[in-house]
Each structure stands twice: as structure tokens, then as C-alpha cells.
């Protein structure tokens, strides 16, 4: 099969949606299929990411890059992450596509909808949406929204009666390391010790909240022998704050960029704290006890869904801008004695197989 992708990544949308894209892709390629991607050259693209994994890669670029947002009645929250009018998005992707042979075209971006994805219907073999908003209607083959808390019904008014919708994290799109570190990570958290934490505030974290966690942690009563593990994106706008930070950190601490071990450094983590996006499966996926940050409207429904089921505890950004040190200190002292549970019922979410599932799904529908 010939896959393409349409999904972007920038400062403004983070990097969460081509990385869960790429996963996918991945699997596609191991077991013999083309995939190529179709990016709007913004900055914080991740275009060199997806060449390095030896992906083709073809680039939207737009002259009024630097204009005003685009609003034309996309549920607008989303709409200017385009850049650009969505007819003219669908005119790009559509001359790329005609030499393309699409077999599936996968769409992952919450600024395009069912007249996008009408243009581009006839130009490809069928249509796959990745969505966690279930705010607008699509016209696809099958859906994907990977989110706990969420319900197929969701979507009853907003994607054809045929469509195959496959909801839930156990259709997680993760990468094959998380299912074979899974037994290993369980094990040893039998008898659980905070010695390491993992801090993840996602590839971008544009206002900082990771350098706010730091200072916050300076503050608490942890050991100094306990251990600080960043991982940033190399487009984060705060990196070299964070860095700095870092250093003055009473804890061995060690900031790393665009890293490609993060499942081993969840698995060898006592406790993570982390955003409530697409990282929380893999952090379920090891029993990871968490806890969760919202940074986007977009993360605040798989945030309620795991405190709700007790997966997870929440750190609520703007109360520890007031009090810092003191409020991690009650939200640590919440959660660690509860790290066994935790762990539990965050291994139930999802075993780590929901990629290989959505693939076989493509691959029966051809």
C-alpha cells in the first residue's frame, strides 16, 4: 500500500501529532508499505526528524506565512493553525497527490474537516481521520480517537453511519519498544522507591511550565540524592532556560533533546510528571505512576478521565505559579504512597499493541 500522511507540527500545535504519525508509519514500513508525508512548513516543523527516519517528505509552504491567522468558521479555536484558507491547503495537497497513488490518505489535524477531506476524496482510495475533539464532522473510512473517556457515540452525528470507528487507548498509537519493556517496567515497580523522576512536558512546552516544575522541585523536601530526567524538544523555546535551571537543581539533574530511548527512561523512572496528551499511554503502558500537567484545551478530557479512574493525580498549573514548592510537596506526598495502585490501574489502560491493531484494520479493508 501507498500511505500518506497529512499532518503538521509547529511551535503553536506541538509535535504530538506527527510523532504519533510517525509511530504508525513505522509499523506500515516494517511490514512493507510506502508512507509519505505532506507538512506545512512551519516553524517547529519536524521535517528533519521524519527525512532522518527515511520517510519521504514533500512541503506546503505559503507565502503569507507571517499573516494574520486564517478564521474562516472552522470551530476557529484550530482554524489559523493552517495558515492558509483550507481550499488552498486542499489545492496543494491535491497536486502532491496526483503522482502519489494513495491507497490510504491519513489525516491528523485538527483544522481540517469534512469539506477538506471532500476535496481529496477522489484522489485517494479512502480516507483515515486521527481526532481526539470530536467537534466537527469528517468524511473517512475510519476513524481513530485514541482517548480515554471517549465513546464511539461521540462521534454519531459527525462521520458517515459506515464509517469503522476504532476508540479508545487500546488503539494507542505506540511505538513497539513500549510493549517489550512492559513486563520489565511492572516488575519493578512491585516494591516501589522514588529515586528518579521524569519530567516530559511534551516536544515544545511554550510557556515554560517544565522550568516552573523545576523551581518548584528546588523548593520541596525530596532527597538530594534523588535524580532529575528532562526530555525537551530541540524546538522548545525555553530549552536553554530549562538547562540553566537545571543546573542550579540541589538533585543530580540532566536535561536531554529529542531523545530516542524515552521508553527505557520510563521504564527505569519511580514517577514521571508529565503533560496529559499523547505520552500518558506510553506512561500507562509501563505502569508509570503520574502526574498529569494540562497544557492545551485539547489534554483536559484525558486528564479528568485518568484522575477519574484513578490512574493518575493532577498538578494544576496556575495554583503552583502561586505556591510553588508547597503545593508539589502535597501533590508528591498524595501520590507516592499510592504508587502501587497507581501503577495497576494504569496498566489496564493500554498494553502498548494498539498500533499493530489499526494496521490490521488498514490492511483487511483493501
Known sequence: MNVVFRVDASIQMGTGHV????????????????????CRHHLGHLGELIA?????????????????????????????????????????????LASLSADWLVVDHYALDVRWERELAAAVGRIMVIDDLANRNH?????LDQNLGRAGSDYNDLVPKDCLRLIGPKYALLRPEFAELRERSLKRRENPELKRILISLGGVDRTNVTGQILKALEETRLPKETQIDVIMGATAPYLNEVR????ELPFKSKVSVNVSDIGER????????????????????????????????????????????????????EVLKEVGGVLLDHVLAQVWPQARELTE??????????????????????
Open 266 to 317: 520510563m521504564c527505569m523512572a519511580d514517577l514521571a510528571i508529565g503533560a496529559a496528551g499523547s505520552t500518558s499511554w506510553e506512561r500507562c503502558c509501563l505502569g508509570l505512576p503520574s502526574i498529569l500537567v494540562v497544557l492545551a484545551d485539547n489534554q483536559k478530557m484525558v486528564n479528568q478521565s485518568l484522575i477519574e479512574k484513578g490512574v493518575a493525580v493532577g498538578l494544576d498549573v
Open 244 to 247: 540553566q535551571k537545571a543546573t
Open 19 to 38: 510523532m504519533r504519525c510517525l509511530t504508525l508509519a513505522e509499523e506500515l514500513r516494517r511490514l512493507g508499505h510506502r508512507c509519505i508525508f505532506i
Open 52 to 96: 532522518r527516519k527515511g520517510f519521504e517528505l514533500h512541503f506546503l509552504v505559503s507565502a503569507d506565512y507571517e499573516k494574520s491567522p486564517v478564521t474562516d468558521g472552522i470551530k476557529s479555536l484550530y482554524a489559523d493553525w493552517l495558515v492558509v484558507p483550507w481550499q488552498q491547503d486542499a489545492r496543494q495537497t491535491l497536486e502532491l
Open 139 to 143: 468524511e473517512c473510512t475510519l476513524l
Open 345 to 366: 490501574k494504569a496498566a489496564v489502560v493500554t498494553d502498548g499493541f494498539g498500533c499493530s491493531r489499526l494496521v490490521g484494520y488498514l490492511m483487511r479493508a483493501e
